[in-house]
């Protein structure tokens, strides 16, 4: 049997046997996309009320609620790496906000860059695809999304106490041996950085460069492959 659907509800959720209005959009998907019928059970969640089954009640196509029943997950504090990444084209952004949130990031910072191929974000957008990765990866909590600023303000911005590990091509870097606490990954555009921004990653006190391999990886892959390097040195130093 399939599981019950998850819907990120940015709502108070509780107490039992309360009813959640869900909007015109949310009915639509659960009754029209999945077919739910009146009664079916749904999970409704959010990073403050954790997850709760409720049952479908639908009054119109388009109208119709959550009534809670019971909480099957309380709150639970995320940790994960922070992404700093430039913006790349539609779909490839796309992918990064999608495999990035179902690997645990917990921020997003898209960052302009000498040779960043796009200069504007759309942050509605990228919350949306947050959710829909956060429903389906059971995760309770939407990673945060930065507006779009400049790598040097990112970087005059740094906490210099949380490493930031820059995934560098071509480049001899020695092997990560541990991460612990907060970390962040850094993935160029497809361009890769410049001569100049590489200089200026090479004087920041917390940049540590990592390399991703031989190969030479499509910047929405070296974000899947750079956050799975670093998930697997934090799991080998608990
Ligand atoms: N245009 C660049 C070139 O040909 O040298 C390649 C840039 S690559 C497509 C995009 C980004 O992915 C890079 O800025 C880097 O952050 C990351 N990347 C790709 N392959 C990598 C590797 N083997 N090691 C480390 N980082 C890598």
């Known amino acids: 049997m399939q599981d019950a659907p998850r819907l990120y509800l940015d709502l108070p959720l509780s107490p039992e046997g309360e009813g959640v ?3 015109a959009d949310q009915m639509r998907y659960l009754a029209t996309v999945l077919r739910l019928q009146n009664g079916d059970i749904l999970h409704v969640f959010n990073e403050e009320a954790g997850e709760w089954e409720a049952q479908l009640e639908i009054h119109r196509k388009d109208r119709g609620q959550a009534v809670l029943r019971t909480r099957v997950r309380p709150p639970e504090e995320t940790s994960g790496p922070v992404l700093v990444f430039a913006p790349l084209k539609r779909d490839a952004t796309d992918l990064v906000l999608r495999m990035g949130t179902e690997m645990g990031v917990t921020r997003f910072c ?13 942050a509605d957008r990228f919350r949306a695809i947050a959710i829909e990765a956060a429903e389906q990866c059971e995760r309770l909590d939407i ?3 930065d507006p779009l600023r400049s790598l040097t303000q990112l970087l005059d911005e740094w906490d210099d106490q949380i490493p930031l590990f820059a995934a560098l091509e ?24 410049s001569e100049s921004e590489r200089r200026l990653l090479s004087a920041q006190k917390a940049i540590i460069p990592i390399s991703l391999g031989k190969r030479i990886l499509r910047a929405d892959t ?16 608990i």
């Open 110 to 122: 898209p960052v302009i860059t000498e040779r960043t191929n796009t200069h504007r974000i759309n």
């Open 143 to 145: 990673p945060h999304i």
């Open 21 to 23: 209005v869900l909007n």
């Open 170 to 193: 071509r480049q001899e870097c020695p092997d990560v041996a541990r991460v612990v606490g907060n970390h962040a990954l850094l993935v160029g555009p497809e361009g890769g950085f």
């Open 222 to 237: 070296a974000v899947v492959a750079g956050l799975a390097r670093l998930a697997f040195y934090v799991s080998q130093s």
